[in-house]
């Protein structure tokens, strides 16, 4: 369609709009309503232009394009349009922006400048809304602000997958509420405070405490889940203020998760460690860093001459930086051990020297819009990865299967195709039927090993709808990676990826769980489970809790109790460290230091330091550099970061190589039944890592409520407990006292206990035999 | 007596009273002779609409707009659901027909609704009625069973091999969910707000289906002018004014009610039917379709005949035929303020200019009524008016508007006295002898 905006040629698709072509010959055209991303209302009717030949003004939004359409729109008709419109939002709204907190960065500030008039015309009465309390995220204090756009409802609707704000009420009485006063609880809903064009919807933790012009701009990546989501931190006095996104259609696209938004206040936490501490008659006691790091180098020293290399292990977070990562394990192998690792939750090591390549998504986080079908397997989707689970959200929403098989039947507010919720012993069986279901359906042999399973309407819709798909893909998720058959997950994955033409690959826990791999944090001798199962002498912690982190923190916990020397590098001087540790090391958050992150497609992206480091922590690659050079290890004569990467990877930014979710020799074989109940562990959003753990907005949300034992009502009925009850969950010789609720999407014969939290750190495996009985 | 008077009637033949309502009745009255005449002869679906075109039936809800071109929009050959539906949502004040058409004669709306259906190929209908008449919704419950055993609904209709499934559905009185996809989205279950048009209701309608909208009195035509003829229907009326249309008279006459008369019968002859003006008093202005057509002063109005474009001609509208006679003793700045907090109260919300222009309207007009106007109200009024007319995303906009403006235009001096005396030009005394409320004084 071609199309003339104020006398400039457009060209645009059938079926675009008015605004679609504006944007593309660059005429700015005031809007409020209208958002790229949400569906089209035509509520605000900032938009209204010219258009020759129609008798009325139309709204840009959401008028159609048509051949030789002539469009105005700064005429004069347009341009009294538009400022009786803006006459008409402000009669209502505050005239007060010097106390608003939006103020400055108000889309309606900004418009009233050019479209409103010097003095009111309106001398009635104004409205009054009044507050809700939705929750600690976001502030309703101010809803006499609200100009009724309903960004907020469709960003619910149809992102969030959840309608959790609607507007009530008719007329000028009309109100953004939640449904009989319920919270926001969406893991995705700080977003709506973005959406906001006014100062109604607001930060409650930023709220009043900056202007946005007092504000510096930095450029940084999300160290939470693995998809790299771009962030804007603003930083007034050396302090984060607060986070916002950076738009990255190709990763983040304009959202970020409420995780990547609120986790800053950690940065900012009492409890960040400030200087080197080291155990002196068995209590911590402040000292400089050169005392410190000597301290710790000797120590490591003498444990390797005396115990042996070997009896060193090191363990990072996979949320660390490329660079950190890469000199932990460099000066872990110059100290003569093979003993480091970055999957702190894995159980399962089967497939360490048989993997082809770096395991990763295995297509770009771009594609996903054009899959046909996809399946997820093991996986508590919307919480492990809420960006990613968006993407599958909105693909579902067009055209496409999406399928789960996993080990609950949580709400993934998107409209599934099939879903198969089995138990974790069952989680294998369960990916088996569905690659008979596809063998049987193409016709194809057989492979060895599942010949045994029986499939069902389920797995066979699924395996039909991989096969149907022109594109189609096969994502494991964190449950599956997690759990003791995940070798064989990765194997059976990779059949049905065969079988069906799709792709296979892994969603990935965390901000580096595909850059870890590159920096050869993968162990040559003991991995992360094994050096706590066979306790080590020493033990280096690189921003990890174990107590926490691990998959078997019990066992993590007593390997660290009865260990000779524990030094971490922490960014945080609370939570078990202060018991095990001999020496804490303060190191930089992702905000104070430079690194870099590759997300789950294999996407590298480098960073600044966005601020100086808090009081005397370091960077952790500069820590470990010294580390290295105390101990006089040949290659530790990095200057920059940026030196130590090109030792990892040429690249800066872009997709970095050798990436391959292929195995060698990957015979199928699967796991008996499994008898009694088995622990279904997830990782509760906001006890995933070091930094949300200490975000105090985030520990005040629903999904940070304290873990419950749940359980169906079939498994409440045979172990004769009923709802509320508190009981004795035990493993391992470890117990841990919990309120049991009913809960229909755990799987029968299963116990749901979330891992990542202090209440259930005296517990053992996350997925595995426990036992329940009445406290 | 179901309707007070009429001229030449077709739809309120043999209403006599309240018990004629039954299928058997309506059969008595040749009832379903019409659908037996389409479905038995296996009419061609383009001949119904042509018999409809030809019948210059316009739509009696509101907006006139021809019946017959309305139906030829409708994609026939589109695969899948298409959906019929009646607009029974009567909120606009002064409008009370449909009310009384499904109360006396619901089964002329059912036959009407199976031929559109028919006529346009599609497979299901629903009555959405206004929230307020619980009675009628049930009493059309009632008729919807004897059409369904008695074949008239349902499968394999007549043994045509045509099949139509019609429901009621009842709102719950917002006006909004008159405007026809508020009414839809009401349908749908969610909060009753006009859809931005295009896409059309013809193209995307009810659950994203092609959908045709039309009135209860609309669809209640239809039998006839299969049983009449298209041109003998018009006959019936005036040209460009299919035949006979009921008007409900209310306000300062001595016999309100519905009468039904064929389009283009004189004003004064409908005023005469409804007993005149109350008391032997002066007529001194009409507002001639329904609350949202502009006011038309005494004089014009006795020059106009009733139909669609006598009345566009005087500067307002026939719309839904609600005819609202004031006399002298009334003064029209509460009249207006009276409207105006009617549509400040039922604009939906959702646009921006309706949602804060009526209320803005209706706080001015307020403010003079009780004697607190500003010398620059009226200009203020008119230009607020402007700003919200054309501008939103249904015609409430418009509707809230209009009054405004013709109040102001055809009675500006009862207006201006009001702001600059802060009472009425009207003498209380006089409103108060003409109120129902103070009988005693005259």
């Not at chain 1, 756009?149 to 507007?167: D, N, P, S, Y």
């Not at chain 2, 695969?79 to 002329?108: A, M, Q, W």
Request: glycine share 10%; hydrophobic share 40%.
């Amino acid at each position: 369609m071609d199309i003339e905006i104020d006398g400039k040629l457009a060209h645009v698709p059938d079926g675009g709009t008015i605004m679609d072509a504006a944007q593309q010959v660059g005429a700015y055209i005031p809007h409020f309503c209208y958002h790229k991303k949400l569906s089209i209302a035509a509520n605000c009717r900032m938009c209204l232009v010219q258009v020759e030949k129609a008798p009325k003004p139309l709204p840009a939004c959401a008028t159609p394009v048509t051949n030789g359409m002539k469009v105005f729109t700064h005429s004069d008709l347009a341009v009294k349009a538009q400022k009786g419109v803006m006459e008409f939002l402000l009669i209502n709204h505050p005239l007060d922006c010097p106390i608003c907190d939006q103020g400055g960065e108000c889309q309606l500030q900004d418009l009233a400048v050019g479209y409103g008039g010097g003095a009111s015309r309106y001398q009635e009465s104004k409205r009054v809304v009044m507050y809700k309390d939705v929750g600690p995220l976001i502030s309703m204090q101010e809803m006499t602000r609200c100009i009724h756009c309903t960004r907020c409802v469709r960003f619910g609707q149809e992102i969030a997958g959840v309608m959790e704000l609607g507007m009530a009420n008719r007329n000028m009485h009309s109100e953004i509420v939640t449904f009989l006063g319920r919270s926001v609880d969406s893991e995705l809903s700080g977003n709506m405070i973005d959406l906001c064009p006014v100062g109604a919807l607001t930060s409650k933790p930023f709220r009043y405490s900056a202007r946005s012009w007092e504000l510096a701009r930095r450029r940084s990546i999300s160290p939470h889940d693995s998809l790299g989501t771009n962030l804007t931190l603003q930083i007034k006095n050396n302090v984060v203020m607060r986070a916002l996104p950076r738009e990255n259609e190709d990763v983040n696209e304009c959202w970020i998760s409420d995780k990547d938004r609120f986790s800053y206040e950690a940065l900012n936490s009492p409890a960040r460690l400030g200087k080197p501490l080291i155990r002196i008659d068995g209590a911590l006691r402040e000292v400089e860093w050169n005392v410190a790091l000597d301290y710790v180098a000797h120590a490591l020293r003498d444990i390797a001459r005396q115990h042996g290399g070997e009896s060193i292990a090191a363990l990072g977070s996979p949320h660390a930086t490329l660079e950190e990562l890469f000199l932990l394990q460099k000066l872990t192998r110059g100290l003569g051990s093979g003993n480091v690792d970055f999957r702190p939750r894995r159980r399962d090591f089967s497939t360490d020297g048989k993997r082809l390549g770096v395991p990763w998504l295995g297509m770009k986080l771009a594609e996903i819009s054009q899959l046909d079908a996809a399946l997820v397997v093991g996986s508590f989707l919307r919480k492990d990865h809420p960006l990613f689970a968006q993407r599958l959200r909105q693909l579902a929403r067009k055209w496409g299967k999406v399928s789960l098989v996993s080990v609950s039947a949580d709400d993934p507010l998107l409209p599934l195709h099939a879903r198969m919720a089995v138990s974790p012993a069952d989680l294998p069986v369960a990916l088996a039927a569905v690659v008979k279901a596809a063998a049987e359906q193409q016709g194809k042999p057989l492979p060895a090993g599942v010949e045994s399973v029986t499939t069902c309407a389920a797995s066979q819709a699924i395996a039909r709808s991989l096969i149907e798909g022109e594109k189609s893909a096969i994502f494991l998720g964190n449950a599956a990676e997690q759990s003791p058959y995940a070798g064989q997950l990765h194997a059976l994955a990779n059949a049905l990826a065969e079988l069906t033409g799709a792709s296979c690959g892994f969603i990935g826990e965390a901000a580096n769980s595909v850059g870890g791999h590159l920096a050869q944090a993968v162990p040559t001798s003991l991995n992360a489970y094994e050096m706590f199962a066979r306790p080590r002498k020493a033990y280096i912690l690189l921003g990890v809790e174990p107590e926490l982190d691990c998959h078997d923190p019990q066992m993590a916990t007593s390997a660290l109790r009865s260990a000779d020397f524990v030094v971490a590098l922490s960014a945080f001087a609370d939570g078990a460290a202060c018991d095990h540790a001999d020496a804490l090391l303060p190191i930089a958050p992702f905000s104070e230091t430079s690194g870099s992150f590759v997300n789950t497609e294999g996407r590298i992206q480098s960073f600044s330091g966005a601020l100086r480091p808090f009081a005397d922590a370091r960077p952790g690659w500069k820590v470990l550099r010294v580390l290295g050079n105390l101990l006089e290890l040949p290659g530790f004569a990095y200057e920059t970061s940026e030196q130590v990467r090109a030792d990892i990877t040429p690249l800066a930014e872009g997709f970095v190589g050798g990436l391959d979710n292929g195995l060698r020799e990957s015979a199928l074989s699967l796991p008996g039944k499994a008898g009694g109940l088995q622990r279904i562990a997830d990782v509760p959003i906001h006890f995933a890592d070091a930094l949300v753990r200490r975000a105090p907005a985030l520990q005040k949300t629903r999904d940070a409520a304290a873990p419950a034992a749940r359980a169906c009502a079939a498994t409440l009925a045979r172990l004769g407990l009923s709802e509320g009850a508190t009981v004795r969950v035990k493993q391992a010789g470890g117990e841990a006292l919990l309120a049991l609720v009913a809960d229909a999407t755990v799987p029968p014969d299963c116990i749901r206990v979330a891992a990542g939290h202090a209440l259930t750190a005296t517990l053992g495996e996350m997925f595995g035999a426990i036992n329940v009985e009445r406290a | 007596m179901a309707i007070l008077g009429a001229i030449n009637p077709m739809l309120s033949v043999g209403l006599d009273g309240d018990n004629a309502w039954r299928l058997a009745d309506y059969v008595k009255r040749g009832g379903y002779s019409a659908l037996r005449r389409v479905l038995e002869g296996k009419l061609p679906q383009e001949q119904v609409i042509n018999e409809v075109k030809k019948s210059v039936l316009r739509g009696r809800g509101g907006a006139g707009f021809p019946t017959g071109l309305k139906w030829s929009f409708m994609p026939r050959s589109f695969p899948g659901d298409k959906y019929v539906v009646c607009n029974s949502d009567e909120g606009e004040p002064g409008t009370f027909k449909d009310r009384d058409i499904l109360r006396y004669n619901p089964h002329s709306v059912i036959e009407g609704m199976v031929i559109a259906g028919y006529a346009m190929g599609a497979g299901r209908g629903y009555n959405y009625i206004h929230g307020e008449i619980w009675e009628i919704y049930e009493r059309f419950e009632e008729a919807l069973a004897e059409a369904r055993a008695a074949g008239f609904l349902g499968a394999n209709i007549l043994g045509s091999g045509f099949n139509f499934e019609l429901f009621a559905h009842h709102g719950y009185g917002a006006y909004i969910c008159g405007e026809e996809t508020a009414l839809l989205e009401s349908i749908e279950g969610k909060k009753g707000q006009p859809r931005f048009k295009p896409p059309f209701p013809a193209s995307f309608g009810l659950y994203g289906k092609p959908t045709t909208i039309n009135n209860t009195e609309t669809f209640a035509s239809v039998p006839y002018i299969i049983n009449l003829g298209g041109e003998a229907y018009l006959d019936a009326g005036k040209a460009n004014n299919g035949g006979t249309k009921l008007f409900s008279v209310s306000g300062h006459v001595n016999r309100p009610g519905n009468y039904e008369v064929p389009l283009g019968t004189p004003f004064a002859t409908l005023l005469e039917m409804a007993g005149g003006v109350r008391h032997g008093r002066k007529l001194k202005a009409c507002i001639p379709g329904g609350s949202s057509a502009p006011v038309v002063p005494a004089a014009a109005m006795m020059e106009c005949t009733m139909d669609y474009d006598s009345i566009s001609k005087a500067g307002s509208m026939l719309g839904s035929g609600a005819v609202i006679v004031m006399d002298e003793t009334t003064c029209m700045v509460k009249a207006l303020e009276r409207l105006s907090f009617f549509y400040y109260e039922e604009s939906c919300g959702q646009c921006t200019p309706c949602r804060e222009g009526t209320s803005w309207l209706y706080k001015v007009v307020h403010r003079i009524e009780h004697g607190h106007g500003r010398p620059d109200d009226l200009d203020l009024l008119s230009s607020v008016t402007s700003n919200i007319m054309g501008r939103t995303i249904c015609a409430l906009g418009d509707a809230a508007s209009m009054p405004v403006q013709s109040f102001i235009k055809h009675f500006r001096d009862e207006f201006a006295y009001h702001i600059e005396h802060r009472k009425c030009l009207v003498p209380v005394e006089l409103q108060r002898a003409g109120s129902g409320f103070f009988k005693a004084s005259v």
